[in-house]
């Protein structure tokens, strides 16, 4: 039976391998990124989705359906535009 996954980040590093793993499965995907201009390595098989961490409603829309929600959202170290404390805030909100 094919569900509907979400992956965070599913063109970045961890979770791209998440997402290949999920489609070879036979499972649609989603992704939730920063980076919906970025170059999608799936071919379009993958569905990219801004963030909306300001907008409740709209990240419930975007994640309507979604029976599985892999989180691979997070910040390695502080940037001055983005800290820890930021990536926690924004993962809870997830």
Known sequence: MTELHAVTGAF?????????????????????????????????????????FDDWQKMAETLRGVKVLYNTYWVRFNHEMFQHETAVNNTLAL
Do not use: D
Not at 22 to 29: S, W, Y
Not at 37 to 49: E, L
């Open 12 to 52: 970045g590093y961890s979770g791209k391998y998440i997402a290949q793993r999920l489609l070879a499965a036979g499972h649609e995907v989603i992704t939730l990124t920063n980076s919906v201009n970025r170059v999608n390595p799936f071919g379009g098989r993958v569905k990219a989705s801004p963030f909306h």
